[in-house]
Nanobody, 126 residues
Framework: QVQLVESGGGLVQAGDSLRVSCVAS????????MGWFRQAPGKEREFVAA????????NYADSVKGRFTISRENVKNTVYLQMNSLKPEDTAIYYC???????????????????WGQGTQVTVSS
């Protein structure tokens, strides 16, 4: 089992930056791809970013490309999402996710991820 705990969310203004973090339990963190997803009120959960197990490959949703950066520190069992130039439409609960088994890529579909955190709220005011 893998437990994921997100932190770092908050209320910011449009144009500001924010970094959210996710710490994973267990000793298999470096074998798993990690992803960030988000869900806004009244909308379906959507993919934001993903990173391969050693960080060599990343994928981003078009809506955040060039503004958000995903990274990881395997020695700390932690994955980060640096969010710059935030917009009101980025307001959502942000969820960290880990693949269920060894994964060499940076997958985008939510169905590939077996473990999910409880989420952290990010609110961007205009």
């Amino acid at each position: 089992q893998v437990q994921l705990v997100e932190s770092g969310g908050g209320l910011v203004q449009a144009g500001d930056s924010l970094r959210v973090s996710c710490v994973a339990s267990g000793r298999t963190f470096s074998s798993r791809a990690m992803g960030w997803f988000r869900q806004a009120p009244g909308k379906e959960r959507e993919f934001v970013a993903a990173i391969s197990r050693y960080g060599g490959n990343t994928n981003y949703a078009d809506s955040v490309k060039g503004r958000f950066t995903i990274s990881r520190e395997n020695v700390k069992n932690t994955v980060y999402l640096q969010m710059n130039s935030l917009k009101p439409e980025d307001t959502a609960i942000y969820y960290c996710a880990a693949t269920g088994s060894q994964e060499s890529g940076a997958p985008t579909p939510a169905r590939v991820y077996a473990y999910w955190g409880q989420g952290t709220q990010v609110t961007v005011s205009s």
